[in-house]
């Protein structure tokens, strides 16, 4: 009897987890990122491994949208730091040209020395020229997962998923790449556009074909996290300032940035939000297709049978998701 009932109870502790609830599956996720433009990308790839330590996700790669060099450092910097040094980076060439849109707090990290005069961080690769281009970094990834199970975080341009929508079939799947989207990811959340403001978002506009071109042929749901949502909820900057650990690269990203102490919008990581702990601190508009004009501007079509939404937020929500902010950075 006692071995039947502790078999038994193995079963329940199997399917159900240990508090009685049942034991979620952790999410598989792709990061997009222009790493280097605003800190909010590198408060994003915090919260992500903050994500991953709880078992929430599962992060198999990030893909960078910004070229230069220093975003793949500074990125190899913060998996080091992280503890993880193996993650897959992919790099871009031939992207947008921003290298002078503001204070590359990623060159700044990496220039950093200790009172020895030797880099402040570690680093783990040894030639950031070998890394693979995204679109094929994506490919390969995808290849390997089960049939629509990877989300794909998007927080900068949109350059690498035209890219990989407009791939041809290689070693690594006979699928083209919009066939392969459709078949491997099971939906794309991305920071950008603007739906109450005439001015154009910062990451369409950067590259607006190939944002225009996602819009248009991108196969599965594709949800947006607005600039007006980020605009409305800022991170306190205090939690930059009061800390006193040892030297963190995000910590000293952010203080490169802008001159202390300074609140920044939470563009990045509201989007970021909603792919992993879902809709319960948004509002989402109904369905319909988003569309760009040349200018960058984005314009929102509802339609039954479209596949794309919005987020939206009451006072009341953005005062819920700023506490989750605050709970959710220890640094």
Not at 67 to 94: Q, R
Not at 218 to 226: A, D
Not at 298 to 319: C, D
Request: hydrophobic content about 35%; glycine content about 8%.
């Amino acid at each position: 009897m006692k071995t039947k009932t502790y078999l038994v109870l193995l079963l329940v502790s199997m399917m159900f987890g240990v508090g009685g609830m049942q034991a979620s599956t952790p999410q598989r996720i792709i990061f997009e990122t222009d790493m280097g433009n605003d800190v909010d990308d590198a408060l994003g790839l915090d919260l992500l491994y903050r994500y991953q330590n709880e078992g929430r996700i599962r992060l198999l790669a990030v893909m960078l949208n910004k070229p230069g060099s220093a975003p793949v450092e500074y990125m190899d910097i913060l998996n080091t730091f992280y503890g993880h040094p193996n993650m897959p980076i992919g790099k871009i060439t031939h992207g947008a040209n921003c290298e002078n849109d503001g204070v590359n707090y990623a060159k700044s990290v990496c220039q950093m020395k200790d009172a020895a005069g030797k880099p402040l961080f570690k680093r783990s690769l040894s030639n950031y020229k070998s890394l693979i281009e995204s679109p094929q970094l994506y490919r390969r990834i995808l290849s390997n997962q089960a049939d629509h199970s990877v989300t794909i975080i998007s927080t900068g341009f949109s350059t690498n998923l035209a890219r990989l929508l407009q791939s041809k079939a290689d070693r690594y799947s006979r699928l083209n790449g919009r066939e392969l989207v459709a078949r491997k990811v099971k939906r794309l959340v991305i920071m950008g556009g603007s739906f109450s403001h005439e001015n154009p978002e910062y990451n369409i506009l950067r590259d607006v074909p190939a944002a225009d071109y996602v819009f248009h042929h991108w196969p599965t749901p594709l949800i947006t996290s607005p600039f007006e949502v980020g605009e409305g909820i800022l991170f306190p900057g205090q939690i930059i300032t009061d800390y006193k650990g040892k030297p963190h690269p995000v910590i000293e990203g952010y203080k490169a940035y802008l001159k202390m102490p300074y609140d920044r919008p939470t563009w990045d990581i509201t989007a970021i939000l909603y792919a992993v702990e879902g809709g319960k601190w948004f509002g989402l508009s109904e369905r319909g297709q988003i569309t760009t004009q040349p200018n960058g501007r984005t314009l929102f079509t509802p339609s039954a049978r479209g596949k794309q939404q919005y987020l939206t937020t009451t006072p009341e929500q953005a005062q819920g998701i700023l506490k989750r902010f605050k709970a959710l950075f220890k640094f």
